[in-house]
């Protein structure tokens, strides 16, 4: 069954404790982005891998400063999966543990495919972007929905549904960059290396990676404005 925004997220009578990842059987997480504290990233480590007693607040200010130098830099990373978490621990001068070396091992033989299946839809991306006469990595949020969001979204223009979209514009610039959904592409691509085609790496993608963001921008953005 395909999930439908729009109705649920603008149904004033959800606002007060409607939870849209539990009501669905999505497991709530915690996310890694810039906005993260050293605390949450310790958190996530120990989530991920256990607890061990490398994972600490030296490590994980030092992943901290990471991320920040990453986005410094322009690098558009991901660090919610157990292979991206793990390079980044990494990065930030940690020793892998056993269990980050075997996700690293494993993504590297199933990256190749990976990449196979994200280079299909970015063929499918590029009819998208030459739609305005040049080919630019970036899409209109409409051209994005009508290419990829639609089977997902059943209200593209409710306010909720817009906030939620924010997720994507990383740089805010009003427009959804390939970079941007890559990103979540090659989360759902280490996180379900058993994908068989662009339509379940899709699937997980948005299911999994980007409905769960979305909530939370949501949720954010309400609190930002007291509701």
Request: charged fraction near 35%; aromatic fraction near 12%; charge should be negative.
């Amino acid at each position: 069954v395909d999930l439908v925004f729009g109705f649920l997220f603008s149904d004033p009578t959800a606002q007060g404790g409607f939870d849209l990842c539990k009501f669905f059987g999505l497991e709530q997480d915690i996310r890694i982005t810039t906005m993260a504290s050293p605390e949450m990233i310790l958190l996530k480590l120990e989530k991920v891998f256990g607890k061990d007693e490398k994972f600490n607040l030296e490590i994980a200010t030092s992943m901290k400063e990471q991320i920040l130098k990453n986005a410094a830099d322009d690098r558009k990373e991901e660090y919610n999966s157990k292979v991206g978490l793990a390079l980044l621990f990494d990065q930030a001068g940690g020793k892998m543990t056993p269990e980050m070396a075997e996700a690293v091992e494993g993504d590297l033989k199933t990256s190749q495919h990976i990449d196979n299946l994200i280079a299909e839809i970015k063929e499918e991306w590029d009819i998208w972007d030459g739609r305005d006469g040049e080919i630019d990595d970036q899409v209109t949020f409409d051209h994005f929905y009508n290419g990829f969001m639609a089977p997902y979204f059943g209200c593209y223009r409710c306010e909720d549904s817009q906030k939620g979209l924010r997720c994507l514009d990383m740089d805010s610039d009003g427009m959804v960059d390939w970079n941007e959904f890559r990103f979540y592409l090659k989360w759902a691509g280490r996180e379900y290396s058993e994908v068989k085609n662009k339509k379940e790496l899709l699937d997980m993608a948005f299911r999994k990676g980007l409905i769960p963001a979305m909530k939370d921008e949501i949720l954010k953005t309400r609190e930002e404005n007291g509701k």
